[in-house]
């Protein structure tokens, strides 16, 4: 099944203290990207990544760092998290050429920052 | 920058009642016009898009058509059911600025039995 995975799903973490979002995707796809969902802003791109190696910030990128080290995989890093970070994360990909082809969700990170 | 404004929820409607959510937005060129639905503790599916002027995009009895004089991209439905209930996002990518899907801010519909 075409899908793309996020892990954890749910996470409750302390100011300072560092964690790692996992994002992976089956479908071969070159773009992938992050977003993150806050009540009355829609959805925020924080990074994307257009191929392995090629990564560029987003509207939101302050406080994030991502890696491509491989194709199918794209973590999301919080080095020192702040409670302004608490926030629904998702993850998303595609085919990098195709401008009207559809973008796939990950089912999402509830991340809760004390 | 491109942008898109949807109508504010939330939007509570009884079973089989007309849906319009109201999209319209801002953007250089000719983007592509997409309507994502986020169910429940879930993460967001494409529910449909469309290309060019006036394309009419359609999926699950949902339509939307694109509006280039009136920069709009209103979602309908003529009858909604219970299992519709959910955050509907109105979202565009632009020709300049195709890395990214912009969003709006998104419109609960609850709908009731």
């Known amino acids: 099944e075409a899908q793309v995975t996020q892990n954890p799903r749910y996470l409750i973490t302390v100011t300072g203290k560092k964690l790692t979002v996992t994002c992976s995707q089956n479908m071969n796809h070159e773009y992938m990207s992050w977003y993150r969902q806050d009540p009355g802003l829609g959805l925020r791109q924080i990074y994307y990544s257009m191929n392995v190696e090629v990564t560029d910030k987003g509207d939101v990128p302050e406080g994030y760092k991502v890696s491509r080290k491989e194709k199918r995989n794209f973590p999301l890093i919080l080095e020192s998290p702040s409670p302004n970070q608490t926030s629904l994360y998702f993850c998303a990909s595609r085919h990098q050429q195709q401008q009207g082809g559809e973008q796939f969700f990950g089912p999402g990170t509830r991340l809760t920052v004390l | 920058g491109d942008s898109v404004t949807q109508m504010e929820g939330p939007v509570t409607l009884s079973e089989e009642a007309f849906l319009t959510i109201n999209c319209t937005y801002t953007a250089t060129g000719y983007p592509s016009l997409f309507w994502y639905v986020q169910y429940p503790g879930e993460g967001l599916q494409l529910l449909l898009k469309?290309?060019?002027?006036?394309d009419k995009g359609s999926n699950k009895g949902f339509e939307a058509t694109y509006r280039k004089e009136t920069t709009s991209f209103h979602l309908e439905k003529g009858s909604v059911q219970v299992s519709d209930s959910a955050v509907y996002f109105c979202a565009l990518r632009g020709r300049q600025g195709a890395q990214k899907l912009v969003f709006g801010q998104g419109t609960r519909l609850t709908i009731n039995p």
């Open positions: 469309a290309t060019k002027a006036d």
